[in-house]
């Protein structure tokens, strides 16, 4: 059960976009498993994409087909991966591509795929290529809510936030779904996301946004420290608000647009992590005083990855000297353990190295048994910070990796 998570708000449509969702019965019969989105003429789209050198076929056509051309349409279904499918798999993807191209009556390097779920199988073409229609046909603006569904593999919610901002006068709306749940430690990206906007941005400006926004969101969650094959992100401009178009940083509707669409990625990589397969509790690790951003997060990814770490925290067991073990092993030069100072929320539990004088147990056990727990560390070596995200591991993130193929 996803941590705090409440109910899918309402998606306000990105004039622009539409989205049409159907069954196509890839994995399991009757679940919504093929999402197609249209995106309007004349819009900017910029990507990021998974790190992991084995990376599925469908990342390697988007690659392709986007350095290309400006995408029309964006192709994504769950239950199968069509990653480590060789070069048949790169012929699969690219037959579904032509298929929506031919029906939707534009270049085949003008559509995107996407796909996600189980790894080393054979992709079922036939099955997505008999759905397509249903999905073309079901094209609207409303259809964020189904796609958000259409998009899930084992996340137990779907996952969505949208806002609407004023910049300069002009109302600007700005609304993004998202899957992720296990194989989650970014590299960017560990998930898919598609996010859109109706103001209008040059493709360069919108790529150097989506890559900042990505550094302090879908960069910063883990939940078992795996990069998966798949993973990407999209995000959409679709020029249609009144707003002047955004043609350089320097503008100033870019910071206040950015800025908006940095907290609509932070939320939805936040969900990420709350549906974690199998998480109880929702863990944040803050580490500041580093001499780097990157020792910072070093030692923070050190924390959220110790499985350690993370069956304490299931456990609700204050094993202060589990998250201390994993500060040492970060491989941080001229660490000074003596001036390290750690707390779980509000509690003191180290000092200056060692356990805090007024630390008691049942102050740390209170702490342990919460939803959501912050740690933090100080390393009192420098004005750096970092914030990671992270989750539990129980019994049932097992269970559910175990039987993730039967």
Request: charged residues 20%; proline residues 4%; glycine residues 8%.
């Amino acid at each position: 059960m996803a941590v705090n998570v409440k109910p899918l708000p309402h998606l306000h449509p990105a004039h622009g976009i539409r989205l049409g969702t159907a069954a196509a019965s890839i994995k399991k019969p009757g679940r919504r498993d093929l999402v197609v989105m249209e995106i309007d003429a004349g819009a900017s789209c910029a990507a990021v994409f998974t790190q992991n050198a084995f990376c599925a076929a469908p990342v390697t056509i988007a690659r392709k087909h986007l350095a290309q051309t400006a995408p029309r349409y964006l192709l994504i279904n769950t239950g199968n991966a069509n990653a480590g499918t060789g070069a048949q798999g790169l012929h699969d993807a690219a037959t579904c591509c032509s298929a929506l191209a031919q029906l939707a009556h534009c270049k085949n390097d003008e559509v995107l795929p996407f796909s996600t779920g189980v790894i080393g199988e054979p992709l079922p073409v036939e099955k997505i290529v008999h759905g397509l229609p249903g999905a073309y046909a079901a094209l609207s603006d409303a259809g964020w809510e189904d796609a958000a569904h259409g998009i899930m593999t084992t996340d137990t919610v779907p996952k969505g936030v949208s806002r609407k901002i004023d910049i300069e006068g002009s109302t600007v709306t700005i609304t993004g779904i998202a899957k992720g749940s296990g194989m989650i430690r970014p590299d960017m990206a560990t998930m898919l996301a598609f996010i859109a906007t109706d103001a209008g941005v040059a493709q360069d400006v919108l790529q150097q946004c989506l890559k900042d926004a990505a550094g302090v969101s879908f960069n910063r969650i883990t939940v078992d420290g795996d990069t998966s094959t798949n993973d990407a992100c999209v995000l959409i401009a679709t020029g249609k608000s009144a707003l002047a178009r955004i043609d350089h940083v320097a503008h100033p509707a870019y910071r206040p647009l950015c800025d908006a669409i940095t907290q609509v990625c932070s939320e939805l990589a936040q969900l990420i992590v709350r549906d974690g397969e199998g998480a109880t509790k929702f863990i944040t690790v803050r580490v500041n005083g580093g001499a780097s951003e990157q020792e910072c997060n070093a030692v923070a990814y050190a924390i959220a990855h110790s499985p350690l770490v993370k069956t304490a925290f299931f456990a609700s067991d204050p094993n202060w000297g589990r998250i201390l073990a994993a500060v040492g092993r970060a491989g941080i030069a001229g660490l000074d353990l003596a001036r390290i100072t750690l707390h779980l929320d509000d509690v003191c539990i180290v000092h200056d190295g060692g356990r805090a004088p007024d630390y008691a147990e049942k102050r740390g056990q209170d702490i342990m048994r919460k939803s959501e727990i912050t740690i933090h560390v100080d390393l009192a070596r420098g004005s750096h910070a970092s914030t990671i995200w992270t989750c539990d591991f129980s019994y049932d993130y097992v269970r559910i990796n175990a039987e993730y193929r039967t």
